[in-house]
């Protein structure tokens, strides 16, 4: 009795055109995930920058008191605008039912991505 070894061309061929769809899948989805960590990266950026100014909000108040929050000119560089990023911060009164010791923080940003923090501090 003759026994092959080996593969038919057909068995081959089959082989490579499911390796072929394979590799396809592969490629399509490698190429989205590329495509969307540069928006990934963006938010990122966007959302350290956000927390960078906050922070800094912050620090002035612990250092400079509740009421220089509102008389702040000396905004540093990363607070106003960084590598293509507009970042607007908005500092208001807020009223806690009767008690108007309140201020809110707004930190938006936007540009290649966007984050927005906001916060709520006190004078006491």
């Given at each position: 009795?003759?026994?092959n070894h080996g593969f038919t061309f057909i068995e081959l061929l089959i082989f490579i055109i499911v390796l072929g769809?394979?590799?396809a899948a592969l490629a399509i989805s490698h190429g989205t995930l590329f495509r969307s960590s540069a928006i990934i990266n963006s938010q990122i950026g966007a959302?350290?920058?956000a927390a960078l100014c906050?922070?800094?909000y912050l620090g002035q108040r612990a250092i400079?008191?509740?009421a220089s929050i509102d008389t702040i000119t000396n905004v540093p560089n990363f607070c106003s605008?960084?590598?293509g990023y507009r970042i607007v911060t908005?500092?208001?009164q807020y009223t806690l039912g009767d008690d108007p010791n309140y201020k809110t923080i707004v930190?938006?940003?936007q540009g290649r991505g966007h984050a927005k923090l906001t916060t709520i501090i006190s004078s006491y």
């Amino acid at each position: 009795m003759k026994t092959n070894h080996g593969f038919t061309f057909i068995e081959l061929l089959i082989f490579i055109i499911v390796l072929g769809v394979i590799a396809a899948a592969l490629a399509i989805s490698h190429g989205t995930l590329f495509r969307s960590s540069a928006i990934i990266n963006s938010q990122i950026g966007a959302s350290k920058m956000a927390a960078l100014c906050m922070d800094w909000y912050l620090g002035q108040r612990a250092i400079n008191g509740f009421a220089s929050i509102d008389t702040i000119t000396n905004v540093p560089n990363f607070c106003s605008a960084s590598n293509g990023y507009r970042i607007v911060t908005i500092v208001s009164q807020y009223t806690l039912g009767d008690d108007p010791n309140y201020k809110t923080i707004v930190v938006n940003v936007q540009g290649r991505g966007h984050a927005k923090l906001t916060t709520i501090i006190s004078s006491y």
